[in-house]
């Protein structure tokens, strides 16, 4: 059985302040929810106050992104030490980060690698775009995506592994996918790939995501497919109500 997990991928949102103030509120609603894990992950900057805030909670805390290197001179970077520190997961390979950002299946692979290294739980995404997806890719660049990033993660790690799909043209455009068609993609391309990297019962047993305009009103379709275990959740982790009622429909599913 995949244990079902909900996390809130903040994105460049909220100072310090305002961060505190949204967990205060937030985690006490997220600790009450069982049967589900629950992941924040704000911009780097506000980690280390968080992290005190959920001590002793049932809410996990995860970065946005780190870099593969150990330590040294890559000024403006974040390391995968600094991140387990505080963290237990880390998002890697976000399309927004592909996009604007330069990230590849390469650097995402590295990253991947670094994450299986200090033991920090990777939440990784893949997803078509627009012109990808009307152009029937789809199943192509998820699979390459999937083969690539995850390529040569030892056996015993991979299991820990979560992936998001995040079909680009759903992120923050309030056009989600259909519970149907994101379960296909899940099922067959993201499984059927996972599998030919690490074997059957593996890829059955590493959680899969669904992202992309996730909300309280569609989170439930999503959750109720046999193979989607949870979502990724931007714009609406930022609002204390809708993630709690997201949160609680993944507990029930
Ligand atoms: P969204 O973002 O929920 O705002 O569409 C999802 C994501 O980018 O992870």
């Known amino acids: 059985m995949r244990r079902p997990l909900v996390a809130g991928n903040w994105k460049m949102n909220k100072t310090v302040g305002e961060a505190s103030e949204l967990v205060n509120s937030m985690a006490p609603k997220l600790n009450e929810l069982k049967g589900v894990e629950k992941v924040l992950c704000p911009p780097f900057i506000s980690l280390p106050?968080?992290?005190?805030?959920?001590?002793?909670?049932?809410v996990g805390l995860g970065a946005q992104n780190m870099y593969w290197e150990e330590k040294g001179a890559f000024t403006g970077e974040v390391s995968p030490a600094m991140v387990k520190e505080l963290c237990q997961y880390v998002i890697l390979g976000h399309s927004e980060r592909r996009t604007y950002f330069g990230e590849t299946d390469e650097t995402v692979k590295k990253r991947v690698h670094a994450a299986q290294k200090i033991d920090l739980i990777p939440i990784v995404c893949v997803g078509e775009t627009l012109q990808q997806y009307e152009s029937k890719q789809t199943n192509e660049v998820v699979a390459r995506q999937i083969k690539f990033g995850l390529a040569d993660v030892d056996a015993a790690f991979a299991?820990?592994?979560?992936?998001?799909?995040?079909?680009?043209?759903?992120?923050?455009?309030?056009?989600?996918?259909?519970?149907?068609s994101a379960n296909e993609v899940v099922g067959k391309v993201i499984r059927g790939a996972l599998s030919e990297l690490f074997g059957n019962q593996t890829a059955q047993a590493i959680r899969v995501l669904y992202g992309g305009s996730v909300t309280a009103s569609n989170a439930a379709e999503f959750f109720g497919q046999s193979e989607i275990d949870g979502a990724l959740v931007g714009g609406a982790s930022l609002k204390v109500d809708e993630f709690v009622a997201i949160t609680k429909a993944a507990s029930k599913s």
């Open 49 to 58: 106050v968080i992290s005190y805030l959920l001590k002793g909670g049932e």
């Open 159 to 180: 299991p820990r592994i979560v992936v998001a799909y995040e079909p680009v043209w759903a992120i923050g455009t309030g056009k989600a996918s259909s519970g149907p």
